[in-house]
């Protein structure tokens, strides 16, 4: 279909290199296994595929249609047109990594004004081009964390209420790495404890404590405490952020963390069924060399003009090989240029705005929800955009009644833990109206009476 | 003339972008918990339109030119792709809502586990790792955990060829093994004597590249396998390369028992300036049951009136989770579109032409350039760089004079066997007339090598920039907008 | 392809000047010429402290690769050259000199039989090419 060459091209080409036929180049291949008889459909057009996988795409009711309360690590937020726009320029989606800077400078500036941005959202010093997502930049900081030490301390703590996907992929990373342990989310602890239990836990072997800002409950903590302690043993302190949400939060990076790590998706990348998405990592100038991932720093030219290159590679993988401290060689360039765009697009004032609607509209959500009969709201602390609703029924019973009426209900917490059984964390965004938030807690009283 | 950041365009009070009104009452806010200041650019939308619309046209890209980056395969990113991609009811689902009403997404990563696994032979997919070198990192903890299953704890090394991608080897050492590496012979295979040598009780593997990164069938690809498989090893199969064998043989039947492929070479997913790219790994039958968390399959049979239920299942050994949600959905779609579009015949004609085109282009430069293997080539081949009669000049003088005749070079520097190493992969989306005037440019260079060398050396002239100080970048590090005092 | 005659070697590109039981170390010609520029130097071992034979003591980068360099000796670290730190391209323009790493007081004069003379390292660097 993309392949252009004419019957009689094919013919010279093959007569140049001596062959007669195409056949005749797979010869290396053992004949046993040469030329397997697949079973394939045939091709079809690009208007016989649009259709079909048209229909796929209608099969599914997604928040184009449905009005979103689900968060959990993946946000409704409103992506501007012109940001799409960019992003479907050839010249920078069909561009390669940009190994070759001379002719790579739109990549590379792109990536080095996203460095920028996000060193500056977090306080950090230095940040990378990007990670997979906000989980296996988690796990990379553990890694980061295990180099630093050389080795030599082993423990790390994870908060109970860090995303549970954050703390199973940082098991599977972590599994390859002897003697380490993983501690302080085991599932006897309460998932909504307050940071006391973590900060006691935190000792000359803790490599590394890692929280999350918002938590996964949505829930903010001050976490001036469980710093001092960290930096007094030792150990390195790392935050998984909501990048939205430092729109109005201190900088993590202003009250000493070490690392943070986070899921860009909120700025300007579609929810997509979860990926691809932004992993973010930055981390205090110290870290700098064990950090993993490409950076972009800033150089001049024969004749003296500014240009960017891609830097400090001899920690890469393709030069480090076996002794890099991490494999990554491929990320997620095109969304961290999505980010860069929505991010220049909202602004100073814009990421405020974003911020503070995501606040209050929440709090009024759960304000009112709160004063429905049968629910009552769990979150006891100054929380984001999230917060956690006990139900008079189980939620895949409310939710499936929600459907109905056009919404995507909160998630079922029973997932976490069966003391969270029939508790919702609801998340809202700008998206939503206080008409949208009004309806639904009728809706609400309505299906909990079914 | 260089492009001003958007710190610098940055105009105080400059809005790009409006949200409503709030039309809640405002509740207070924590402040001991706020920021003081948020110093990001203030821009407008047509100062953002306009500098990221300048900023990409000073990249180079597949849409501009030919692109023969070895071992990457540029070829043509459909258009066709970014519309399917973006269809309202796959990037407006989220990945955490009820399956029953993300049917469609569930049936498209179902089917293309399906098609994958007919095209390569292997008993089970994984969708789920984000790219090439998480799909490896997936393969060494697959072959960790099958060890670890048959209670077999002495098994520490994986063997790595010395021409292998620099992910392999580090992916290894994340997993926990040690790498061992096994040079290859002069006609560029894996050299079967020194494989022997190494092969015992205490190899969990072997991590093979086939076609490998010189472009190369290993002539002894079965003897190979069959040599770690009596060892009682694994053999993992990095599927970078699998452009060349497309229709043309599937990897499992070689033997290979797990191996990642890269939907952003092979099946045409674009490479956005570095990602996303997608790493699904095929395991056989006896490794089925280590694949991560969670895989597609049907919760429930449907008959003739009712489809069957797709959901997550969870193996039942499984290595665990690898990243959050279910993988690169984006990238799934456009890989999908592209299997779904060529078809079986479509897919046989890719590698048959991106095989041929090497070849020619292969024949057109050998007399000019030193091909240090000289055997017909897969998908792509390796030249030597270098003139014995002139050797102040390297690979990356002819990369950067290249540039001025509008091709991107091709890798440079890999493999590392090969000294002063151009790596070019044509891809089958180009044609003839493309590949006859890059063979011409090619020789042009290589007149210019011997008569006009400086040339080279000052190459490239007509780019936006000209060769940058590495060395500079690295020592005096600026890695953002303002500067980072004492790194 | 500079090789002072006074000085011994390793097979790891390391050179050894040996004054009674001090010893001075730091990289060859070969190995600064094969890095290239020097970017970055990050001595591991501290002033005072005991070091093995085999220990890693150096982390240095260059643009294009990456190398470590190991103590040829054991014994204890008596100077470190503190200003590699910010100035690693002296290891490249004075390897010999400027750019030494550490002084060691070594604990087993053995260890000085297993390094090369200024001829076999010659002859040495010869069989690897360039």
Redesign the interface.
């Known amino acids: 279909m993309f392949i252009p060459h004419t019957e009689d091209e094919r013919k010279v080409m093959l007569e140049t290199i001596g062959k007669t036929s195409l056949e005749e180049l797979f010869s290396v291949v053992p004949q046993k296994y040469r030329f397997p008889n697949l079973d394939l459909p045939a091709g079809l057009t690009e208007m016989e595929a649009l259709e079909q996988i048209q229909d796929l795409a209608q099969a599914n009711e997604a928040c184009d249609d449905l009005i979103c309360f689900l968060g959990a690590g993946a946000y409704d937020h409103y992506i501007p047109a012109a940001v799409d726009s960019l992003l479907r320029r050839g010249e920078f989606f069909t561009a390669y990594t940009p190994y070759q800077p001379e002719i790579s400078q739109g990549t590379l500036q792109a990536i080095f004004e996203y460095q920028s941005l996000i060193a500056h959202l977090t306080g950090m010093e230095v940040c990378n081009a990007s990670h997979y997502d906000g989980a296996t930049a988690a796990a990379e900081a553990c890694i980061t964390a295990f180099h630093h030490f050389q080795g030599k301390r082993k423990t790390f703590l994870l908060s109970p209420a860090l995303h549970p996907d954050y703390r199973a992929t940082i098991r599977t990373y972590l599994c390859g790495f002897e003697g380490t342990s993983i501690q302080g989310d085991e599932s006897h602890q309460d998932p909504l404890s307050s940071l006391d239990n973590l900060i006691s836990s935190i000792d000359e072997n803790t490599a590394l404590v890692l929280v999350q800002y918002p938590d996964f409950f949505g829930r903010i903590f001050d976490l001036a405490s469980l710093i001092k302690k960290a930096h007094k043993t030792g150990s390195l302190v790392a935050v998984a952020v909501n990048p939205i949400a430092l729109g109005l939060l201190k900088a993590p990076g202003d009250f000493g963390v070490d690392i943070v790590v986070g899921d860009g998706q909120p700025l300007g990348i579609p929810l997509s069924f979860g990926g691809p998405t932004l992993g973010i990592f930055a981390t205090r100038k110290e870290l700098i060399r064990k950090v993993s991932g490409r950076l972009v720093g800033e150089s001049v030219d024969a004749q003296g003009r500014r240009g960017y290159v891609l830097t400090l590679t001899a920690r890469e993988q393709h030069i480090r090989r076996e002794k890099a401290t991490s494999n990554i060689c491929t990320n997620q360039g095109l969304m961290a240029l999505a980010a860069t765009i929505y991010l220049s697009l909202l602004g100073k004032q814009g990421l405020r705005k974003i911020s503070e609607l995501c606040y209050h509209k929440a709090h009024y959500a759960a304000q009112k929800i709160g004063k429905l009969k049968g629910f009552s709201v769990k979150t006891d602390t100054p929380f984001f955009n999230e917060f956690i609703v006990e139900c008079p029924r189980s939620i895949s019973q409310i939710n499936n009644s929600l459907s109905d009426h056009g919404f995507l209900g909160g998630y079922d917490l029973a997932n976490i833990s069966p003391t969270l059984e029939n508790h919702m964390l609801i998340a809202v965004t700008e998206k939503i109206s206080k008409e949208m938030i009004d309806f639904f807690c009728e809706k609400l009283v309505e299906v909990s009476n079914e | 003339m260089s492009e001003a950041t958007i710190f610098e365009l940055s105009s105080p009070g400059r809005v790009g972008f409006q949200f409503p009104e709030l039309d809640v009452p405002q509740f207070d806010l924590p402040k001991n918990l706020l920021r003081k200041d948020l110093d990001l650019p203030e821009l407008s939308e047509i100062d953002v339109i306009r500098h990221f619309t300048r900023l990409s046209s000073l990249n180079y890209s597949i849409d501009k030119g030919f692109y023969p980056l070895g071992s990457c395969t540029m070829k043509y990113n459909p258009r066709i792709n970014e519309v399917t991609s973006r269809l309202s009811g796959f990037s407006f689902s989220h990945p955490l809502q009820p399956i029953e009403t993300v049917q469609g997404n569930l049936f498209l990563m179902f089917q293309l586990q399906e098609w994958l696994k007919e095209i390569t032979g292997f008993k089970a997919i994984t969708l789920q790792p984000a790219a090439g070198a998480q799909g490896e990192f997936v393969g060494c903890l697959i072959i960790r955990a099958y060890h670890q299953d048959r209670k077999d704890d002495k098994r520490k090394i994986i063997l790595v060829p010395d021409s292998a991608h620099g992910t392999n080897p580090a992916s290894t050492t994340m997993a926990g093994f040690e790498v061992v590496n096994i040079p290859s012979d002069k006609r560029g295979n894996v050299d079967i004597p020194a494989l022997r040598s190494v092969c015992n009780e205490n190899v969990a593997g072997l991590m093979l590249t086939n076609p490998n990164t010189l472009g190369l069938f290993d002539e002894n690809i079965l003897e190979i396998i069959n040599i770690v498989h009596q060892a009682g090893g694994l053999v993992y199969g990095d599927g970078a390369n699998l452009n060349a064998l497309l229709g043309i043989v599937r990897p499992a039947d070689l033997g290979i028992d797990v191996m990642h492929f890269n939907l952003h070479k092979t099946f045409s997913t674009p490479h956005g300036g570095g990602g996303p790219g997608s790493g699904p790994v095929g395991v056989s039958k006896e490794l089925s049951d280590f694949l991560p968390e969670p895989l597609v399959g049907i919760l429930e049979k449907g008959d003739e009136e009712v489809p069957p239920l797709y959901g997550f299942i969870k193996p039942p050994k499984s290595i665990g989770r690898i990243k959050s949600f279910h993988g690169h959905f984006g990238v799934l779609v456009r890989a999908f579109t592209y299997i779904n579009m060529l078809g079986k015949d479509g897919l046989r004609k890719v590698s048959e032409y991106a095989v041929l085109n090497a070849n020619y282009l292969m024949q057109k430069l050998k007399n000019n350039y030193t091909l240090p293997f000289d055997r017909p080539c897969m998908h792509e081949f390796v030249l030597e760089g270098v003139w014995k009669d002139i050797p102040d000049l390297h690979a990356l003088d002819i990369a950067k004079r290249l540039m001025d005749y509008d091709f991107h070079p091709p890798t440079n520097y890999f493999p590392l066997i090969v000294k002063e190493a151009l790596m070019i992969e044509p891809t089958e989306t180009e044609s003839k007339q493309t590949l006859d005037r890059f063979a011409e440019v090619m020789l042009k260079i290589a007149d210019e090598a011997h008569n006009d060398p400086q040339l080279l050396h000052d190459a490239p002239h007509h780019t936006p920039v000209s060769r940058l100080d590495e060395v500079k970048a690295a020592r005096d590090l600026v890695l953002c907008c303002w500067p980072v005092k004492d790194i | 392809m500079k090789i002072p005659a006074d000085l011994k070697y390793t097979n790891t590109d390391e050179w050894v000047k040996v004054d009674g039981k001090i010893i001075t170390i730091g990289i060859t010609d070969y190995a600064q010429n094969h890095l290239s520029?020097l970017?970055?130097c990050?001595l591991k071992a501290e002033k005072d402290k005991l070091v093995s034979k085999g220990e890693l003591i150096v982390?240095i980068?260059?643009?294009?690769?990456?190398a470590?360099v190991n103590s040829p000796v054991s014994g204890k670290i008596i100077d470190t050259n503190q200003s590699l730190a910010s100035t690693?391209?002296v290891i490249n323009t004075d390897p010999y000199g400027n750019g030494w790493f550490y002084k060691v007081e070594i604990s087993n004069l053995a260890d000085l039989d297993k390094l090369m003379s200024a001829a076999d390292y010659e002859k040495y660097c010869e069989t690897r090419g360039n």
């Open positions: 520029d970017v970055y990050g982390e980068d260059s643009v294009k690769a990456s470590e690693p391209e």
